[in-house]
């Protein structure tokens, strides 16, 4: 378990006070309570201050402050090795430089994920490879069909080509899991190429506690996994890769070569453990930890935004929503603005739930929705509409395509057959 003292009342017990207020920073329910702009809005909670005053002070370069959490966290996902790192981003970006030789270098990627719309060309600057985005031929997720047709094996003849030394895939993606029997179809057939296999697990911890498989079921169909400590989890800081020994002992390196070394890391490390601990538990299954209340969250709120006619862009999987403000005609912009009016962050046309989410803020969210409503049918929708010069707008946009294109490809069929 995560090393922690007791935090009784106003005060921490070895005579740290907390600042002379009325509400702290650490007390709970904090601002995350009716913040549904994303899970990594969630606060510090009082264990994650124990486990930091209790930290252990040993150098980061002379020793390792991170070391047990690591160990921990390798464990926790059935694989032999972790590595803590800054940030997610971090995470992934050591991890693919890690896995790649000499160029040229291709890499697989699903269109809407992580790695190409929030990562800043960083796998094209460190590790010098070309994304060949997919689309998701069901609109949820990516196939091995999807990435055969657009992967490129080569030997070398062809001196024209760049061939595909690694496959990238975002699992959660935007709230949809990709199956366990998928990702063991594609590990199987990369395996047999000599490609590496990289997923961006951010968010595996909701695969987990939606019942989809253990963390250490999803970890042993990869050679690496990045972890976020803050999305859902709610640490302050950091992100955990996984992977085996010799893949770990080099990405120390690379990790060191684009600043990720760390004088301290048994401060963040420490308060990254009691976030895993208190909010996801000791349970690989995840099926006790409180990201599940989240997803019945989520399921409330779909099922209250569909009662009152609006739709939603993809389905609802664990913890994300994506509402289909377009359809009835809800600018986003004024969405957020009116919603604050009702107490509430919100961002796009994403919601996402957490832990700290207080049922209160859901009662306001859902009288909010009821009344932007109700003069839904004076609207007219903006199916023209763009996606503002925005991350997450961009990736409504992205999350909406490969749904209607594979309803349009399906209802094409029927006809045709018909």
């Known amino acids: 378990m995560a090393p922690s003292i007791d935090v009784v009342g106003t005060h921490v017990s070895n005579g740290i006070h907390k600042l002379n207020s009325e509400v702290t920073a650490w007390q709970q329910p904090g601002p995350a309570a009716a913040d549904f702009r994303s899970d990594i809005t969630t606060t510090s909670t009082p264990a994650m201050l124990s486990a930091i005053v209790n930290a252990g002070l040993n150098d980061g370069w002379s ?19 972790a590595l803590f790192m800054v940030s997610s981003t971090m995470g992934n970006q050591v991890a693919l430089r890690t896995h790649f030789g000499r ?21 094209a600057q460190f590790s010098g490879a070309l994304p060949q985005t997919v689309r998701p031929s069901n609109g949820l997720y990516l196939t091995l069909e999807d990435i055969r047709r657009k992967i490129v094996l080569s030997d070398g003849s062809d001196a024209c080509t760049t061939p595909t030394r690694a496959i990238h ?8 899991i990709m199956p366990l029997t998928e990702l063991r179809r594609i590990k199987q057939y990369a395996s047999e190429n000599d490609i590496k296999l990289h997923m961006d697990g951010a968010r595996l911890w909701e695969a987990a506690a939606a019942g989809a498989g253990s963390l250490a079921d999803f970890c042993a169909e990869a050679d690496s996994v990045n972890l976020c400590l803050t999305k859902g989890i709610g640490a302050p800081v950091g992100s955990i890769v996984v992977g085996d020994m010799a893949f770990i002992h080099h990405a120390r390196w690379v990790r060191k070569s684009i600043g990720g070394a760390m004088r301290q890391p048994g401060l963040m490390a420490a308060a990254a453990w009691a976030a895993v601990d208190e909010a996801f538990g000791h349970d690989s299954s995840g099926r006790h930890s409180l990201l599940v209340r989240s997803h019945e969250l989520a399921a409330k709120v779909a099922a209250f935004w569909q009662r009152l006619g609006g739709r939603l862009v993809a389905p609802q999987q664990t913890n994300m929503l994506w509402l289909d403000l377009e359809a009835v005609g809800i600018d986003e912009t004024e969405w957020e603005r009116r919603g604050k009016k009702y107490g509430l962050e919100l961002h796009a046309s994403r919601l996402v739930m ?21 003069d839904v049918g004076e ?20 999350m909406r395509e490969p749904i209607e294109i594979a309803s349009w490809s399906t209802a094409r069929v029927k006809g045709e057959t018909s």
């Open 63 to 81: 020793g390792n402050g991170a070391a047990g959490f690591e160990a921990h966290m390798a464990q926790l996902c059935g694989r032999e090795a």
């Open 103 to 123: 160029p040229p270098l291709g890499i697989i990627c699903d269109e809407r994920s992580h790695v190409i719309h929030q990562e800043a060309a960083g796998v």
């Open 169 to 176: 895939l975002e699992n959660p993606l935007g709230g949809i």
């Open 354 to 374: 957490h832990y700290q989410i207080s049922d209160g803020a859901v009662e306001r969210l859902e009288t909010f929705m009821r009344d932007s409503m109700t």
């Open 379 to 398: 609207r007219r929708p903006d199916h023209a509409s763009f996606p503002r010069n925005d991350a997450v707008s961009r990736l409504a946009a992205s």
